[in-house]
């Protein structure tokens, strides 16, 4: 989740907005393990690391908790680089040390993107995408989903950046990979499965 100054007019929707998209996991009877890092990854930033302890379907009043987690402040840098963190929560040190549990041997691996402005990660997107996709082996039941919350490509949307470089890593289609930009005009619900045994989620829009 971007925690730049930027995002401070969208807390309150995006807090709800997480609250109802737990409350339909636990409704279409996901087992997830879910987490939430922010786009910053300077010094000082979580790196990566997760701002919470991982929420499960067991976890007391999850929805609730859920939907606080994701308010992540706005105090982050403005240089958002939610690719880069994307693969920092799922490396080493953080995979195995504070990160324990969000990477499962036995589900598949869905990301969700949210930002109000491009990816600034320093590398280039292809290598994200070849990082993320081989975290699930391509004949395998399980797989790696991803999307992205961002503005319009490519002219942007009122309030957000055209979400360029998320719509360059959707483009590319190694076999257990699958990204689906999302304009943030038309996110509705958070609900869905994308059909593969591993029960991840897609992002329902108008």
């Keep these: 989740v971007d925690d730049s100054p930027s995002m401070e007019s969208q807390r309150e929707q995006l807090a709800a907005d997480a609250t109802d998209f737990v409350r339909n996991l636990k409704a279409q009877g996901v087992d997830f393990h879910i987490g939430v890092t922010t786009t910053d990854t300077s010094p000082g930033g979580p790196q990566g690391a997760l701002v919470a302890p991982y929420f499960t379907p067991a976890t007391p009043d999850v929805e609730t908790r859920f939907g606080a987690a994701v308010q992540v402040g706005i105090s982050g840098s403005s240089t958002e680089r939610g690719l880069e963190a994307a693969q920092l929560v799922l490396s080493e040190p953080l995979r195995s ?44 039941q399980f797989r790696v989903v991803a999307n992205a919350i961002v503005g319009d490509v490519p002219g942007g949307c009122p309030g957000a950046a055209a979400g360029v470089r998320y ?40």
């Design 167 to 206: 719509a360059e890593a959707a483009e590319e289609q190694p076999v257990s990979w699958r990204m689906r930009v999302v304009p943030r005009r038309d996110v509705q619900v958070y609900e869905g499965r994308n059909g593969h045994r591993s029960g991840s989620t897609f992002l329902s829009v108008r």
């Design 97 to 140: 040390g504070d990160n324990l549990g969000i990477l499962r041997d036995t589900a598949g691996l869905a990301l969700i993107f949210v930002s109000d402005d491009d990816d600034q990660s320093p590398g280039e997107v292809s290598s994200y995408v070849r990082f993320l996709q081989q975290l699930k082996a391509p004949d395998g």
